[in-house]
């Protein structure tokens, strides 16, 4: 299964592994099923390290999201570059809608074991197409802005985010 983001900024294609991750990819087609992540921006960009979304809206307000799913980290699946994987909070099991984009190889944040500082974060797919895209938002500066940091200068705005058919 794939998907297109159609950004501000470009477009980029992500092939989802529901064979590694099938309830984190079931949990993420359905947000996109439901236009949820229309709309939304990355709010998150570390040059060298992440690209995060899924959450905020373009005032920084978070969209309101369905309860979290379990972790599927321990799933063999690495956060290494171009990957895309669930944010958490530091709750390993509270994933919801929010997701990232791994800019650099970050073996780091794999499973290790099942504890709190173990679980690591779910893979649950890859860039595909337009990695460029995805690169280029990655250098954008950032600040910090209604709390939060690393928030790109200039709003990189998801408009729409659509499965492929095959």
Not at 6 to 29: C, I, M, Q, R, Y
Not at 61 to 82: D, F, H, M, V, W
Not at 125 to 149: H, N, Y
Request: charged letters at 25%; glycine letters at 10%; a negative charge.
């Amino acid at each position: 299964m794939k998907v297109k983001f159609s950004t501000s900024h470009g477009e980029f294609t992500l092939a989802l592994d529901s064979k590694k991750a099938p309830k984190t990819v079931e949990n993420f087609l359905t947000y996109v099923n439901e236009g949820h992540y229309d709309g939304t921006i990355f709010h998150r960009v570390v040059s060298d390290f992440v690209l995060q979304g899924g959450g905020l809206d373009e005032n920084m307000q978070e969209k309101p999201t369905r309860p979290p799913i379990r972790n599927e980290a321990n799933n063999g699946l690495s956060n290494l570059l171009g990957t895309v994987a669930m944010a958490r909070t530091p709750d390993p099991h509270s994933a919801s809608a929010q997701f990232f984009i791994n800019l650099d190889d970050n073996p780091f944040l794999d499973f290790s074991a099942e504890t709190d500082d173990g679980w690591g974060y779910c893979v649950f797919g890859e860039v595909v197409e337009g990695m460029d895209t995805v690169e280029a938002i990655g250098e954008l500066p950032t600040t910090t802005r209604e709390g939060f940091i690393d928030v790109p200068e200039e709003t990189v705005k998801i408009k729409k985010v659509s499965v492929l058919e095959g």
